[in-house]
C-alpha cells in the first residue's frame, strides 16, 4: 500500500510540475482579405516588443476545394506578417480564413534561453 501511495504521489507531483511550465504561445487575430485569384492572412503586431507567429490561411474555391497555406514570420511592433494562397482561372475564390499563434520573441529578438547564453539575461 505505501508502495501505491509514493507511485500515486510521483504521478501526481509529475502532472503538477509539467502543468506549471508557462505556455508562451497565444493566439492572435488574423484578418483574411479574400480576391477573386488570392486569399491573403494578415497579423498585425499590436504589441511593444517582437512576436514570431506562425500564420495559416484557407481560400475555399467556387469548385468547393480548399486550399491551404502556411507561413512563418517573425512581426516587429507595429509591422504586419502575412500568409498568401493562389488560384488560377477558370476557379476563383469565394470564401476565405486565416489563423495565427505567436510567441514573444523577447529582447533583441531572441527568445530568452538565447538570451541566457549570451549573458543578457
Not at 476545394?65 to 507595429?78: E, K, V
Not at 482561372?89 to 476565405?96: A, K, L, R
Request: proline share 6%; with cysteine; glycine share 10%.
Amino acid at each position: 500500500m505505501q508502495k501505491f501511495k509514493s507511485v500515486v504521489l510521483a504521478l501526481v507531483l509529475g502532472v503538477a510540475a509539467i502543468s506549471a511550465t508557462p505556455a508562451h504561445a497565444f493566439s492572435v487575430y488574423a484578418q483574411a482579405v479574400v480576391n477573386p485569384f488570392q486569399v491573403a492572412g494578415q497579423v498585425m503586431n499590436s504589441f511593444p516588443q517582437p512576436v514570431f507567429c506562425a500564420i495559416r490561411v484557407q481560400g475555399i474555391r467556387n469548385d468547393g476545394m480548399a486550399l491551404w497555406a502556411n507561413a512563418n514570420a517573425g512581426i516587429y511592433p507595429g509591422m504586419y506578417g502575412y500568409a498568401y494562397v493562389y488560384t488560377s482561372y477558370p476557379f476563383n475564390f469565394v470564401n476565405g480564413q486565416a489563423w495565427a499563434d505567436c510567441n514573444y520573441m523577447g529582447r533583441y529578438g531572441l527568445s530568452p534561453e538565447e538570451l541566457a547564453l549570451i549573458g543578457q539575461e
